[in-house]
């Protein structure tokens, strides 16, 4: 495996995001190696959007699985245990295989599911940001990176002008041979400075980025604002989810931004491609 240290100052911008210091070793792709298989991948377990054909119930809340380099990994849990139970079912997937639980903030529609997680998986590991009020058992603070398997890493971004009473969330970064892929929450801390914050640990564009930014709460040009930044920081492929999710900012993306648009769905799995 093709290797590179990066070494991640601690940087502040105008948004007010940083990211903690931290020394890493960085897999980057290698041409000689070309091995490339399916079995990694992410994949929504709950969203608002649901494919009722294949099964899954939907509700507003979000739930991703990832699995990439033989470690399976829920990011968040939904609003209710019974959606996530459900759902996991439909993708074939037992709680107490999963190797970590990352909660990327602690509004109820990312936390609700974790009671089940707890019941049906008690010693999995829970990792959440600083400060927040987690129930139910130990916590994991992440305040930095955390790297989770050879290409996955968990990434805190910071903000000084909350959203929600939430100045601190988890992103999620899997490193592809496209380049970095993306798993937001809410960006609470703000899509374009997850982004950036992404690119300083990657030392990559963005290639793909799911998941939600509120931009369902904000106003038109708002969101113009944020899909014309998303271009031009070279990111190629957008599939909002969650609160980003609706038909008018779905036009308002389809007018400001100039890559692959994706509509996300419950049920959906987009590969995760690395030459090992
Ligand atoms: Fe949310
Ligand atoms: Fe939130």
Known sequence: MAARSIVIAQARNTAGIFTAIAALCLPLPSGAETEVTDTDYLQV?????????????????????????????????????????????????????????????????HIGGLAYIRRAAPAVPVLAPPKQGIDGGP????????????????????????????????????????GPYLVTACSHT??????????RLTGQAVYFQTGGARLKF?????????????????????SPGHCSVDHA??????????????LSEVGRRVPLRVSR
Not at 159 to 178: F, K, N, R
Not at 190 to 199: K, N, P, Q
Not at 223 to 235: F, H, I, N, P
Not at 249 to 262: K, M
């Open 45 to 109: 377990i709950t969203d608002v959007t649901a494919s009722t054909e294949q099964g899954y119930r939907s509700e507003f809340g979000y739930a991703v699985l990832v699995v990439m380099d033989g470690v399976r990994l829920l990011f968040d849990t939904g609003v209710t245990a019974g959606v996530l139970q459900h759902n996991l079912r439909q993708a074939g997937v037992d709680a107490a295989d999963l190797d970590f639980v990352v909660l990327s903030h602690n509004h109820p529609d």
């Open 139 to 178: 916590v994991e603070r992440i305040n930095g990176v955390r790297r989770l398997a050879d290409h996955l890493y968990v990434l805190r971004t910071h903000t000084d002008e909350p959203t929600a009473g939430i100045s601190d969330e988890l992103s999620l970064v899997a490193l592809t041979d496209e």
């Open 190 to 199: 703000g899509l374009a400075s997850i982004v950036e914050a992404t690119t």
């Open 218 to 238: 904000r106003q038109r040009e708002d969101t113009a604002a944020v899909a014309r930044r998303l271009d031009a920081l070279g990111v190629r492929r957008i």
């Open 249 to 262: 900012v779905t036009r308002v993306l389809e007018e400001n931004f100039s890559g692959q648009l994706e």
